[in-house]
């Protein structure tokens, strides 16, 4: 009995975090690893970064993290055999059953939550230690399920402010002579799906007239919005790209008269703190979590009726026409997104670890405590 608690309670000095992602490593291909390494170990705090994934086919190493393909069923033998102090899973679906469902005693689950679609929000969520949620809409939704608010914390999602940045006039004069031959330029960036609305706003093009093009930058099937544009009448003036890299995307944040997301949900919205960050005129739903950081008329325009196409070409002719707003918008963008910057998340993420890791210590207390008693009779 002595040698088992005895090994329950010594700590090794090395630290070690398991993180469960919801996508393959390869999903992040578009991220440089020195930008994985922080993303996935934020200010470097554990000594050895563990990904166990159902979603990898061969163990590797990547941005400084070791990749162990896992089965749910192993995860528990896993956690023990590398000696994980603290496991993090990646999204309330499956990976929250994954983390929460094969928990080993004194090792805390953290989740983090990125979404407000209830669907995507399991009950094995009621066994997390701590819950990491990406905005107070998304907090709502988890605590339908998630009982403990004193551990549910908000962690948003961060901005490298010295990628997303202003360009000057000179920076982006390429992007006027040679790609986009319109002058008013509205930017839609967001996975071609329902949720972003890029249907109503290829709707909203046909009223603006001919000198507004649209350029959906983000991957998924264009083929539906292509036939949609083309009985609108407007295929001709929009550019559907599946992905710019991020130093890139930056400059069309910067360049575009507008950057238009009419979102019909958002768990946060890491797009508009970007454009935000590059002085864009942002346009969005008057729906939380992006009425959270946009305040209408100050940092971005919010519209009411985002499903109407006539209210939406109302509000991107205000944005791309009237000088004194923008102005007055650009000026206020970058400073009201401070806040999101890099290093305060990173370090914001870390304090939450450290609190999440003193469960632990508590219990390794406990523990010690019930092995001085028995052993002083």
């Not at 929000?121 to 990406?134: G, R």
Request: with cysteine; proline share 4%.
């Amino acid at each position: 009995m002595e040698s088992a608690i005895t090994n329950m309670i010594n700590t090794h000095k090395t630290k070690r975090l398991a993180v469960i992602p919801s996508d393959p490593l390869e999903a992040y291909s578009y991220r440089s690893d020195k930008y994985l390494q922080s993303y996935f170990n934020p200010l470097g705090m554990f000594d050895e970064v563990l990904v166990f994934s159902p979603l990898e086919d061969r163990e590797y190493c990547k941005a400084g993290m070791r990749i162990v393909p896992s089965k749910p069923k192993q995860i528990r033998r896993r956690i023990v055999e590398y000696k994980i102090d603290i496991v993090r899973a990646y999204g309330g679906y499956w990976a929250c059953d994954m983390a929460c469902l094969n928990k080993v005693e004194g090792v805390p689950v953290v989740v983090s939550v990125h979404d407000t679609d209830p669907k995507l929000l399991y009950n094995s969520i009621e066994k997390a230690d701590t819950v990491f949620c990406v905005s107070e809409a998304v907090k709502q939704v988890v605590l339908t399920r998630f009982h403990k608010p004193e551990k549910l914390w908000i962690l948003p999602n961060r901005v490298h402010l010295d990628v997303m940045r202003p360009y000057s006039v000179d920076e982006l004069d390429d992007l006027d002579k040679y790609y986009y031959p319109f002058k008013y330029r509205i930017l839609h960036v967001g996975r071609k799906s329902k949720e972003k609305n890029l249907d109503t706003l290829i709707e909203a093009l046909r009223i603006l007239g001919d000198e507004y093009c649209v350029i959906a930058v983000g991957k998924g099937d264009s083929e539906e919005y292509a036939k949609l544009a083309e009985k609108e009448g407007v295929l001709h003036k929009c550019y559907f790209i599946q992905s710019i890299k991020n130093e890139e995307l930056a400059r069309y944040y910067s360049w575009a008269s507008c950057m238009c997301v009419p979102s019909r949900w958002e768990g946060f919205g890491i797009v508009f703190i970007e454009a935000l960050a590059c002085e864009s005129i942002v346009i969005t739903s008057d729906i939380a979590p992006m009425n959270e950081y946009i305040k209408h008329g100050e940092n971005g325009l919010l519209v009411k009726d985002y499903e109407n196409p006539v209210a939406l070409a109302e509000a991107i002719k205000r944005a791309c026409q009237d000088e004194d707003l923008q102005e007055n918008l650009k000026k206020n963008a970058r400073k009201s997104v401070d806040g999101f910057a890099k290093n305060i998340i990173e370090n914001l993420e870390a304090d939450y670890y450290t609190k999440a890791l003193s469960f632990k210590l508590h219990k390794t207390n406990w523990i010690k405590r019930v092995w001085n008693l028995t052993s002083s009779r």
